[in-house]
T-cell receptor
Framework: AQSVTQLGSHVSVSEGALVLLRCNYS??????LFWYVQYPNQGLQLLLK??????LVKGINGFEAEFKKSETSFHLTKPSAHMSDAAEYFC???????????FGPGTSLSVIP | DAGITQSPRHKVTETGTPVTLRCHQT?????MYWYRQDPGHGLRLIHY???????DKGEVSDGYSVSRSKTEDFLLTLESATSSQTSVYFC??????????FGQGTRLTVV
C-alpha cells in the first residue's frame, strides 16, 4: 500500500531563509507525487507535481521539489521564505494517473519576521 | 478555479441524525473523492468514485456511505452521525491525467 510521511508537523523559518519541507513515500511502482498548500479556512491548492518527467519540478510561488528515487523522497524547497508562505503543506502520492490520491499528515509552516 | 461546489459549507447536527453532504462538479472529471481533515491526521480518504455508480472504500469508510448517480454529483452520507465524525470534509475531483482539484470544504459539527 502506498503511504506518505512528512518529517516535522511544524516548521518555523525566518523571513528570507531557506524553506525545506520533507516528504518520503512508499510505493510499489514509480509514483506520481504532489505538493499541495492550504491557507486557513480554504481548500487545497496544487503547488507542483511530479509525473515521471524531469526529477526537479518547479511550481508556483517560487517552490520546487526534487524526486529522488534512491531515497524515496520528494522534498519541497524555496530559497527565500516570505510571510505569505505561512500555511499548511501536504505531500501526496498516487500510483497511476487515475488511482486514489494518498496524503501525508501535513507540515505547518510558520514564517518569523 | 476548477468547478467544484460543496454544500452545505457549514452544518451543525445532533448525534444519531443522518447527514448528507453534496459535491457538485462542472468539469466532467471521472474521479471524485471524499476526504476528512483532522488535526494531526492530514487528509484521510473516506470513499472515492471512478465513474457513475462505481465507488470504493477508502481508509476511513466506517459510518459513511456514498452515491454517484450522475457524473457531476457525489454524495456523502453519514447514516447516524457521531461526535467522532465532527471534521472538515473535502471533496476532490480528478481527470485521467490531471492532479486532484479540491472544493472549499464542509465544516461539520456533531453535538
Amino acid at each position: 500500500a502506498q503511504s506518505v510521511t512528512q518529517l516535522g508537523s511544524h516548521v518555523s523559518v525566518s523571513e528570507g531563509a531557506l524553506v525545506l519541507l520533507r516528504c518520503n513515500y512508499s510505493s510499489s511502482v514509480p509514483p506520481y507525487l504532489f505538493w499541495y498548500v492550504q491557507y486557513p479556512n480554504q481548500g487545497l491548492q496544487l503547488l507542483l507535481k511530479y509525473t515521471s518527467a524531469a526529477t526537479l519540478v518547479k511550481g508556483i510561488n517560487g517552490f520546487e521539489a526534487e524526486f529522488k528515487k534512491s531515497e524515496t523522497s520528494f522534498h519541497l524547497t524555496k530559497p527565500s521564505a516570505h510571510m505569505s508562505d505561512a500555511a499548511e503543506y501536504f505531500c501526496a502520492v498516487t500510483k497511476t494517473s487515475y488511482d486514489k490520491v494518498i496524503f501525508g499528515p501535513g507540515t505547518s509552516l510558520s514564517v518569523i519576521p | 478555479d476548477a468547478g467544484i461546489t460543496q454544500s452545505p459549507r457549514h452544518k451543525v447536527t445532533e448525534t444519531g441524525t443522518p447527514v448528507t453532504l453534496r459535491c457538485h462538479q462542472t468539469e466532467n472529471h471521472r474521479y471524485m473523492y471524499w476526504y476528512r481533515q483532522d488535526p494531526g491526521h492530514g487528509l484521510r480518504l473516506i470513499h472515492y468514485s471512478y465513474g457513475v455508480k462505481d465507488t470504493d472504500k477508502g481508509e476511513v469508510s466506517d459510518g459513511y456511505s456514498v452515491s454517484r448517480s450522475k457524473t457531476e454529483d457525489f454524495l456523502l452520507t453519514l447514516e447516524s452521525a457521531t461526535s467522532s465524525q465532527t471534521s472538515v470534509y473535502f471533496c476532490a475531483i480528478k481527470g485521467q491525467n490531471t492532479e486532484a482539484f479540491f472544493g472549499q470544504g464542509t465544516r461539520l459539527t456533531v453535538v
